[in-house]
């Protein structure tokens, strides 16, 4: 680590580079307290969950979905509904969704909040200052909040194919007939279903054998299911090894069972997973310590080797969540602003995340492979969907919600909910476990009738089932029959 001269005064309390969710929340913290704060941005406000993540891929689900009900539409009596698909409408409708949703994170908004905002290319120079358009601003703190971007893998051709990113894809206009979708985690999931739904064939290749292979076998069955009734041909166990390019065809060549397989597609998506973002801003120049996974190494507090630079976000994990950045940059704003004062280590043990497949797959904290992985005993209840009366009313009675507690106790270890509108359910558990709540306070938690909340519910009384006191029981029987004489 380099020695460099801390300035005897600073310009500023607290300067954030990258205006994604990390920044923005950092930021925000900052102006909220009254610090002087700066947010330096190169490209666009919102980073990519809103220009090229979270929220596009979320209009063209809803888009999606609604020609799934639509060729539906018999099983709920209506006797036939004409689709056509105006792809390019569709992907218009999405950057329109983008541009509605733009002011909330403009610079117009953060500098009435407070926040000095600056479009340009950030460089540290120092631990406490960083240049922009040829001047140089200090800081008593700096966090660090660049984001990441698509990992493109060195595969032979893959690059020079014109392969298609979760950046880019948002540009087509012109509706590929087959899309080759590499990666099966959850935005190439919800990507592939999407395109499938909306009349692309889609030819999903994955190396493992089964898709989402982080959830646990039960939860990424209902989404092959799904996907495969969708029509997505799922290429699992296939390998991709490389890529040509043939009168104007793409050819992948992949690996299976030991043969070669030629895949022929129009376009191909690459989503096998994301960088962190870490040239082009100086940090090779102070020599800040990365890690093996290519994210900027920091300790309990997020700071860096350099105590006054701290970094959240997709730059520094360990999860790639937008919730997850706003959650570090809390502790990153507040850290840099009063350490020396008080200090705060970051919180991950509750952390929640929803893949918006169809069903949707949402989890938090533990699952039943990671608990084993681990060692850590658990008790399983589970509560099908098949049963609960909205969900039938719905005709979305498929999947689950499974929780898992401590053996003997109604500690809750983890949940995994498999289902419609999963994601909007598991928050009822997400608090729980953040405040300590256990399966017998939410059995005794009063839930509107019908909604799919209901089943929250029902799961804590099949913990409650398996975990009744069977001797206290037996008396109370004894009781029940000398009442009656």
């Keep these: 680590m380099k020695n460099y001269t801390k ?5 500023r309390n607290i300067i954030a580079i990258g205006a994604g969710s ?8 900052a102006a909220a ?10 490209n666009k406000m919102g980073g990519d969950c809103l220009n090229t993540g979270c929220v596009p891929s979320k209009a063209l689900i809803r888009s999606a979905k609604m020609v799934s ?24 409708r999405v950057q329109a969704v983008v541009k509605e949703i733009e002011p909330h994170d403009s610079v117009e908004r953060y500098t009435e909040l407070g926040v000095e905002c600056i479009q340009g290319e950030a460089k540290l120079i120092s631990p406490w200052e960083v240049e922009v358009n040829g001047q140089v601003l200090s800081a008593r703190a700096i966090v660090i909040a660049t984001g990441g971007r698509p990992f493109v893998p060195p595969i032979p051709g893959l690059q020079e194919s014109g392969v298609l990113t979760s950046d880019n894809i948002w540009d087509l206009r012109v509706q590929p007939k087959r899309l080759a979708v590499l990666g099966g985690g959850p935005i190439g999931c919800e990507l592939a279903q999407s395109f499938q739904r909306l009349g692309t064939q889609v030819i999903q290749i994955e190396l493992d054998s089964r898709l ?15 996907m495969r009734k969708d029509g997505v041909d799922l290429r699992l166990g296939h390998k991709a090894v490389k890529v040509s390019v043939e009168d104007g065809k793409k050819r992948i060549t ?24 870490l040239q082009g801003f100086g940090l090779d120049d102070l020599a800040v310590k990365t890690t093996k996974w290519g994210t900027i190494e920091v300790n309990e507090f997020l700071q860096t080797n350099y105590p006054s630079i701290y970094a959240c976000g997709d730059v520094a994990g360990p999860y790639q969540f937008t919730h997850t950045a706003a959650h570090q940059a809390w502790y990153a704003a507040v850290n840099g602003l009063f350490d020396g004062f008080k200090k705060f280590k970051v919180d991950y043990s509750v952390i929640p995340w929803c893949t918006f497949t169809d069903p949707e797959v949402a989890r938090v904290g533990l699952n039943e492979q990671e608990a084993r992985d681990k060692g850590i005993a658990f008790e399983v209840s589970s509560f099908d969907l098949e049963e609960l ?11 689950f919600v499974k929780v898992l507690t401590v053996p003997g106790k109604d500690k ?15 928050a009822e558990y997400v608090l729980a476990m953040k405040h300590g709540i256990g399966m017998n306070k939410i059995l005794g938690t009063i839930h509107i009738y019908p909604t799919m909340a209901e089943a929250n519910k029902y799961v804590a009384g099949e913990w409650k089932r398996a975990n009744a006191p069977q001797g206290l029981l037996k008396w109370v029987e004894k009781f029940h029959n000398w009442r009656r004489g």
Excluded: W
Aim: aromatic content about 4%; glycine content about 8%.
């Design 33 to 42: 307290v009254k610090a002087k704060v700066t947010l330096i941005e190169k």
């Design 412 to 426: 809750i270890l983890g949940v995994t909910i498999t289902g419609n509108h999963a994601g909007d359910l598991i």
């Design 254 to 277: 992949c690996e299976h069972n030991g043969q070669l397989v030629e895949i022929v597609c129009d376009e191909i998506l690459c989503a096998v997973g994301r960088k962190a973002r």
């Design 22 to 29: 990390a920044g923005l929340v950092t930021s925000y913290i």
């Design 389 to 399: 009366d909205r969900a039938i009313a719905d005709s979305e009675n498929h999947g």
């Design 212 to 226: 989402m292979p982080r959830e646990d076998e039960d939860a990424s069955s209902y989404v092959m299911s799904s």
């Design 7 to 11: 300035p005897k005064k600073f310009d």
């Design 69 to 92: 009900h639509a060729k539906r539409c018999q099983e709920f009596g209506i006797e036939a509904c004409d689709v056509k698909v105006d792809f390019a409408k569709v992907m218009d």
